[in-house]
């Protein structure tokens, strides 16, 4: 192998992950550039992380299940996934797709649509749609929760419209209508959220 070839599997792992440590290089380039690809977009390949492997770096991390112990937990991911890909898609969906935690109820409303992002994200944009208008992290933050007959709230379907999926034309004009925020805040009415327990 050349150092060409670890050159452009850094490159890859820096663009498809977060990077990764020398050896991984070393291993990922004599496997040759077009199987890590490959690998790289077939996560289900290699194995998940593990949660008590967080639990030997910081004994604490169950103690802490509010934004912090989140934050740390994805972080750690990120870094030591054998699915960079997943990991990375999951950020850029996080990025695209905001919610907040200010708005959750609970603190693993965000880790569970991480989980969603990780599972749907690299499938079809019809699936990942799906997949967030369940989300229990969106269903609070764009209100859908408080949205019922008699008081429709319409900031799901116009953000769903809006930024999420059908937005502004090259020519500036929109591709939907207030008919169809309407529509869609009337369709998605009283999808909400309850305790499983």
């Not at 992950?17 to 290089?25: C, D, R, S």
């Amino acid at each position: 192998m050349s150092e060409q070839d670890i050159s452009s599997i850094a490159h890859l792992m820096r663009r498809a992950g977060f990077g990764a440590p020398l050896e991984e290089l070393e291993a990922r380039a004599a496997k040759g550039y077009d199987a890590t690809v490959d690998e790289l977009l077939d996560p289900e390949s290699q194995p998940a992380m593990e949660r008590d492997i967080m639990m030997r770096y910081k004994t604490d991390w169950l103690s802490q299940a509010g934004l912090e112990g989140q934050q740390e937990e994805w972080t750690f991911r990120m870094i030591n996934s054998k699915r960079p890909l997943q990991e990375k898609i999951a950020l850029f969906w996080h990025c695209v797709l905001v919610t907040g935690h200010a708005k959750c109820e609970y603190p693993k409303q965000q880790s569970m649509e991480l989980d969603m992002f990780r599972t749907t994200g690299m499938n079809s944009f019809h699936d990942l749609l799906k997949g967030l208008s369940k989300d229990p992290a969106m269903v609070f933050y764009l209100d859908n929760c408080m949205s019922h007959a008699g008081a429709i709230n319409e900031n799901w379907g116009r953000e769903l419209l809006e930024l999420f999926s059908l937005g502004v034309g090259m020519d500036g004009e929109f591709n939907y209508s207030e008919d169809d925020v309407k529509a869609a805040a009337r369709a998605f009415t009283g999808w909400t959220v309850t305790n499983s327990i």
